[in-house]
């Protein structure tokens, strides 16, 4: 769940509280496997990454799936404020 203002996030309907849901469609499948990622960019971006998949039982009927992200940046406006641009 992503909370925030109603407005800037769902539009500007009364019957909507300030979230959203981000439902992701990747499937688990029966084998151990994963990806570890890291990136960086202008603006000091760092963006690291994480998905893991494995089977939690012995005759693999039960399986998990875990996805994380961390995103941090500064933006190209933060820059302009501080040179005065």
Known sequence: ???GPSGTLSGSQVSIFGCA???VTKRSYAAFGGEVGYSMGSF??????VD???PLN???SVL???NAVNHQQNSSNEY???NGL
């Open 58 to 60: 012995q005759d693999k």
């Open 64 to 66: 998990l799936r875990f």
């Open 80 to 82: 302009r404020k501080i």
């Open 21 to 23: 849901m981000n439902l």
């Open 1 to 3: 769940m992503i909370k």
């Open 52 to 54: 893991i998949n494995t």
């Open 44 to 49: 000091e971006l760092s963006r690291a990454t």
